[in-house]
């Protein structure tokens, strides 16, 4: 009984010498114009064995929209600690206003909750206009009369130059680079696999980039490159079309040329300038429309690999010459 009393004096005494928490407000600086910056600081000091919980700070607080926020890392001090959030916050209308007190919730190491408001502060907004401003200072101004501007042209002229300029630039590094990746051109040189076989090796370069799992891991621009280059290597296998070397707007005429079917040709377009936004323009389409631009790619070369057969020859080829025996 006797121990079980000093136990519970010893308690109460704890509790009391407990310093309790202090929490403080404060905004910085105290005055600014409509839409600038602010930093509200929140702090606590607080027993280092008690838990804080500080505001549910949201989007606004009063008159103020909240921007950002930082957490500070907790600085003890002995048996003490202090915990600091710093927000970033600003008002869009003028006056006098208040950041509202804000509620704390400290709760001791023996699970007592103690709730702690802190102070309003109170920041001047002062408009962007000037103090002059009034009925004359805002007032709508009478128009101003005609200005003659300069007839030089020049400008213009440089202008137009720097931007045909660029377009060169842009098809000649294209045209190196597509260069580059299919290897060193000679004149009249073979198909890499012979044209009946084309859809075959198409397939198989489909079936790698399939398993290399491009769009999962978001990587479009690797993914339509290798896409469109399976696409122009098949061209360039099946219907001798070297697309592999060409931009994408050199390709349809060489398609017309090589007799392919004005809706492939339609098709092939509209699919490489989709391909050539993924890889240059940085677009990022979803795993959805990658997958069914694969799909439409597998299609094309399905539906096209016994497309532009060589005919038969004329019946004056294929009849024997004069003497020639025939078989019976």
Do not use: Q
Request: glycine share 6%.
């Amino acid at each position: 009984m006797r121990a079980a009393l000093v136990a519970g004096l010893a308690l109460l005494a704890a509790s009391a010498s407990a310093a309790p928490p202090v929490v403080r407000a404060s905004v910085a600086p105290d005055a600014a114009t409509v839409g600038d910056r602010l930093t509200l600081t929140l702090s606590v000091a607080r027993d280092a064995d008690a838990v804080a919980v500080f505001p549910n700070v949201g989007e606004s607080i009063g008159p103020f929209d909240v921007l950002s926020s930082v957490v500070a890392p907790v600085a003890p001090e002995g048996e003490r600690a202090t915990e600091r959030r710093d927000y970033v916050i600003a008002a869009f209308r003028t006056g006098s206003l208040a950041v509202p007190p804000l509620p704390f919730l400290v709760i001791s190491a023996s699970g007592e909750t103690l709730s702690v408001l802190t102070d309003s502060v109170v920041v001047a907004v002062a408009s962007v206009l000037p103090d002059t401003a009034g009925a004359a200072g805002i007032e709508p101004r009478d128009i101003r009369p005609p200005v003659s501007l300069p007839r030089e042209i020049w400008p213009f002229v440089v202008a137009a130059a720097a931007a045909v300029g660029a377009y060169v630039a842009y098809r000649y590094l294209r045209r190196r680079r597509l260069r580059r990746k299919a290897g060193p051109a000679r004149p009249g040189r073979e198909p890499a696999v012979a044209p009946e076989a084309a859809h075959v090796a198409a397939f198989e370069r489909l079936a790698a980039l399939e398993r290399a799992g491009l769009p999962a891991r978001g990587e479009f621009a690797r993914f339509y490159d290798g896409l469109s280059d399976i696409l122009r290597l098949y061209l360039g296998d099946r219907f001798g079309v070297r697309a592999i070397d060409m931009t994408t707007d050199e390709v349809a005429p060489a398609m017309e040329r090589a007799g392919i079917a004005d809706e492939d040709v339609a098709w092939t377009v509209r699919f490489l300038s989709h391909a050539d936004l993924a890889k240059f323009a940085k677009l990022a389409p979803t795993v959805e429309r990658a997958n069914d631009d694969f799909a439409a790619a597998r299609e094309f070369v399905e539906r096209t690999r016994f497309r532009g057969e060589a005919a038969a020859p004329p019946d004056d080829e294929a009849r024997p010459a004069e003497g020639e025996a025939t078989a019976c």
